[in-house]
């Protein structure tokens, strides 16, 4: 069952109610770790269907979440080799971009900044390489631009700390326009 079924309690939340709610439904290191794929993939389509839990159908107790599902917006598939020759539009681009339970990637990644699990499999991919399949593969250039991007966005993994900041609140019908509704 996705997640956006148990979310209808606050229509403007704060990022640290919709990450407790989160963490309470979905568990916090699962939720974290699901999230630093996305973060170091650039898959910003996780949207709250897209974190499926487990759930008994008798009791409709939670008992666990699913298998992380709906990656296909990671690592970038709509860009052209042009696009990788000029990394500051990419960095723009991904500064602007909302990760879809509605915050920008970089405010949900200072929450998590001090979360060791999360380090610690961050430092594990700071020399990420692809491994060439015997049939299906990308062009060479591709390859490179992508592990390169990919050890990159570790590297603001593993160089993050927290803001003292005030809490952004968007209301459900701004995340709609954002979101849904084009």
Avoid: C
Wanted: glycine letters at 4%.
């Amino acid at each position: 069952a996705p997640m956006a079924l148990l979310w209808n309690d606050n229509p403007t939340p704060t990022i640290n109610q919709t990450l407790s709610k989160a963490f309470k439904i979905y568990g916090k290191q699962p939720f974290i770790n699901q999230f630093l794929l996305d973060y170091v993939t650039w898959n910003y389509d996780r949207h709250l269907n897209n974190y499926g839990v487990y759930y008994n159908p008798n009791t409709m107790e939670i008992i666990g979440p699913a298998k992380i599902y709906d990656n296909g917006d990671g690592l970038l598939p709509g860009e052209m080799e042009s696009d990788f020759k000029n990394p500051d539009r990419i960095k723009k681009y991904m500064q602007e971009r909302y990760h879809a339970i509605g915050y920008k990637f970089q405010d949900i990644l200072e929450e998590f900044s001090d979360n060791k699990e999360m380090r610690d499999k961050a430092a594990n991919l700071i020399n990420f390489k692809f491994e060439p399949h015997p049939k299906y593969n990308l062009p060479e250039w591709r390859i490179k631009a992508l592990e390169n991007f990919v050890q990159d966005r570790v590297k603001e993994v593993l160089n993050s700390h927290k803001r003292i900041s005030t809490p952004v609140s968007i209301s459900w019908e701004d995340r709609k326009k954002l979101f849904w509704d084009k």
